[in-house]
Every structure is written in C-alpha cells, then in structure tokens.
DNA sequence: CGCCGTTGGTGATATTGTCACTGACAGTGG
DNA sequence: CCACTGTCAGTGACAATATCACCAACGGCG
C-alpha cells in the first residue's frame, strides 16, 4: 500500500517545507487503477484532484459518431488538470482518461487543494503550469487536426509511440484513434510506408525499419 | 480615462472585501485597444494578466501555411487565460489575439495576480473557472474540426455571428478563417446555401433569409 | 475614366473520409 | 482436428474537403 514520500516527485510539492508536506502525506488518499481502467469519463467524474505517480494516463475525446482522438496524455509528475477545471466549473465535457499503464495516483480532496492553493506559492505555480500545458497541447491537436496530413501525423505518431523500440503494438483502429481518423486510412497509409520499406506489419504490431526516414516523411511539410 | 469601479464586473472580484477591491482599483493598469488591434501574439506576449471590461477578443491561431482558425472568443467580464498560463508556464505558443471590438481591460501585474491568487478563494476560484472555460472550448474546437461537417458547421457559425440580427458582415475569407478552412470551401457552400434560400450574398456580407431552416442544417448530424 | 487591390466564382485534381464488403487470423469449444 | 466466432486488415467505389490555378466582378482612388 505504501508508496513512500511521493511530495518528492512533484515540482508543486517537492519545495514544499516539512510540515506541509507531512500534512499532504497524512491527508492524501492514494489511487491504483489496473491497466485499461477509466480514471474518468463524463458519466464518472472524480471529484478529488489526481496527482499522477505511476504510469502513464491517456486523455482522449469521443465524438457522437463514435469516431475518437487523444489529446494528450498524463505522465508520471504531472496532475490531470482536466477533471480538476471541469469539478471546479462544473462543467460538461465529453473526454474520458484510460489508464494506459498500471497508475499509481495520489487523490487530493478538494479542499485540501484549495488550501494548498492558497498557501503555498510553488505550488499554485505547479497548478498553473500544468493548466498551461494541457492549454498548449490542446492548441498543438486543434493545430494538426486542422491543417495537418495525415501521412505527417501518421509517422509522427508512430515514432512517439515506438519510443527507443522499433515497434508499435497497435492495431490500425488503434492508430485511428489516435490521430482522429478512420482505421481505413491508417491501413492506406500505412500499406505506402511499406511499400516505401519505412515500416513492417504483423497483425496488431507495427515495426519501424527506419526511424531515420520515417522522420523524415514526419518533418516533411 | 476612468472606467469607474471596474472590481463590480467580474465574479472574480465583485463579492471581494472592500479593501481588497480599492487595493486592486489602486494596483491594475487600465488598458484600451483599438478595434483590430493585436493584443498579444508569438512575438508580443504581455505580463500582465488580462481582464476583459469591455469589447470583444477573438483568440486564433495560425499554421505555418498561413491557414488560419478562431479557438474563441473572450467576452466581456471574463479573463484571457491563455496569456497567464504561458506566461507563468513561460512555453511558446502560436495563437494571437485580436481586438474584435475596441477593448477596455484591465492589467494585472503578476504579483498582484499571485497575491489575490493567495488571498482570495472567491478570486481563485473565478481564475480556475476562467481555466477551465477555455480547455471546454478547446475540447469544443477539437470536436468539431476533427468530426464536424463543414456545411454543419458554416450554419453554426452564421448564426453566432449574425447575433440577433439577420446581418454577417464578413467575407468568404473572414468565415474561412472562423472555420479553419479555405475560402473556396466556404464559397461553394454558401452558394449552396444560397441555391436553397437559406442566405442571400453580397459584397462583404451575408444576410440570414432563414434562421430556422439555417439552424436544422446546424443541427443535421 | 482607367488602374489595381480585394473579393468571389469555378474547374481540375489530390487528399481524406465513408460505406460496403471480403478474407485472414487467433482463440474456443466440440 | 475442425467448425464457429470475433477481431483485424485489405480494397473498391464514392462523397466530402482541400489545393491549385485561374478569371471575373467590384469598389476605391488617382
């Protein structure tokens, strides 16, 4: 159950003084979610604040036709401000968190947050910028839904997810969702970049034979 | 020069204590733009932290092709946040913001920001609001321009724009740029909806012959 | 009036999305 | 081992949207 002193992983809390910190540990609930479960979605709001320690979330948005994108995903160190601007708002929204690895997160209730908010300078800094990431990440997907190719987005999706592997396990669907189209074109795009011996498929998987060229076609205007 | 007690227009700041309100009154800059005026952009990012008293800002963003789309608009009584997070998160962005109508607001400076942040739950909550707000029509902007019919969203757009009245003083390119799209694509959709009677065109300018039948394409999935 | 920048119209073509259908593959239970 | 089933991938036809290359119409202005 334990998870150790996680006030040492956040930028927001780590320059925190002791006795804070100490207040946090004691006050903060911690939160496991298995590989695949939905953090939240617009039927189960959370109303605590999440504070990701493990793993990595994924933030993604369905549209009534079923059709569906990421916007962006939680690391580990980061808070999922999302749920957060909407519980404070009160807002509607229509995106949904899956736990793409196992989580380890660490729920804050609302009004330890608030305190929190108001005490602690480092951390209503903290608060901000992760609201300013999610801003500008959002700008980036509005950006390339809007004007960019899907070749382009395809590639750079593709070298994202690899990591420092050369393979992707996903399937064509999967990659859909991702970039917000239909499987049908993944399966295209990803027919001509065989072809072009960019990359090589298996059933689910995706293996990149050249990053190098593959960059390419992803830096290509 | 006076604009009066500026403190009673806004949430944020119109249930705060007297003093608070005059040391705010004392402390923020009143600042006016011209209609058309570029409040802030890549290269003219402010300090301060906005607050719409009067007018209308239209926040875009432009790719490197020069295409362009309108994220939204800040109207009067609510803040830019956009600015604020870049500027406490201090990353790049590429959205501009232009002055839609002449504009009256009032400048914050960052410590008196954090200060009232700190002191203020009503202003705090009134800032993650304003947040929150934005990361809403962000999801709203995503939704659309991934899943969203042009002609659909063309409807929409003619009616928000039109207001009360009947009139879109706009040209084809001006709607392009609403949309995201290109002029010819708006073009030949309202010719289309020209054709069907739903508009009528001329120079500059749309004229809304029906809103009803324009709102049943709006609502058309 | 004629010049010229802005606005709008249009055909051709490329890209992307949608629809309908097919076969291939892996697991499951007989 | 084989039939059954659900998931995954491939493909052609067509629709919607984007891009490119023009040209025509309009309105200010010298």
Redesign the pocket.
Known sequence: MAIGDWTERFRGTRGLPRPVRDRLLASARVARYARGATVFSPDARPDNLLFLVEGTLRVSQTAE?G?EIVLYRVEAGESCVLTTACMLAQEAYNAEGIAETPLVAVALSQDSFDQLAAEEPTFRKFIFAAFARRLLDLLHVVDE?????????LATRLLALAGDTAEVE???????KE?????????????DF?KRGLVS??????TLLSRERLARVAEST
């Open positions: 036709s059709r839904v809007a004007f960019g190719r899907i070749d382009v987005r996903a399937t064509h669907d999967d990659l859909a970039l917000g189209t239909a499987r049908e074109v993944v399966s295209r795009v990803l027919h065989q498929q298996s059933r689910g998987r995706v």
